[in-house]
């Protein structure tokens, strides 16, 4: 069975810092291609960042560069966002997803597999 936890979310003021982890039952985070994404309140969902299938590629969205790391722990089959600097902007319910279909980064429609999110709030 496919499997997304996150993890890591919570209330953090602006310039803090959080790291999300994203931990992986049913398949290789090598295998399928792994991405973050985020939806405020009132908003619609946006890609954050995304692994290629085998980390061959990276993606970052503009509003998030310089600021979020995405990582893999392939032992731990495990996926994290390091966020810093973060701003009250950043605020929202963050998930992981994975793509068992396509290999570079692609957009939302084709993920299949989500997790339940974790809730990031950013205090100014």
């Known amino acids: 069975e496919v499997q997304l936890v996150e993890s890591g979310g919570g209330l953090v003021q602006a310039g803090g810092s959080l790291r999300l982890s994203c931990v992986v039952s049913g398949f290789s985070v090598d295998d399928y291609a792994i991405g973050w994404f985020r939806q405020a309140p009132g908003k619609e969902r946006e890609g954050v960042s995304c692994?290629?299938?085998?980390?061959?590629?990276?993606y970052y969205a503009d509003s998030v560069k310089g600021r979020f790391t995405m990582s893999s722990d392939n032992a731990k089959n495990t996926v994290y966002l390091q966020m810093n600097n973060l701003k009250p902007e950043d605020t929202a319910v963050y998930y992981c997803?994975?793509?068992?279909?396509?290999?570079?980064?692609?957009?939302?429609?084709?993920?299949?597999?989500w997790g339940q999110g974790t809730q990031v709030t950013v205090s100014s």
């Open positions: 997803a994975a793509d068992r279909r396509t290999f570079y980064c692609s957009s939302e429609s084709w993920y299949d597999y």
């Open positions: 692994f290629s299938r085998g980390d061959v590629d990276t």
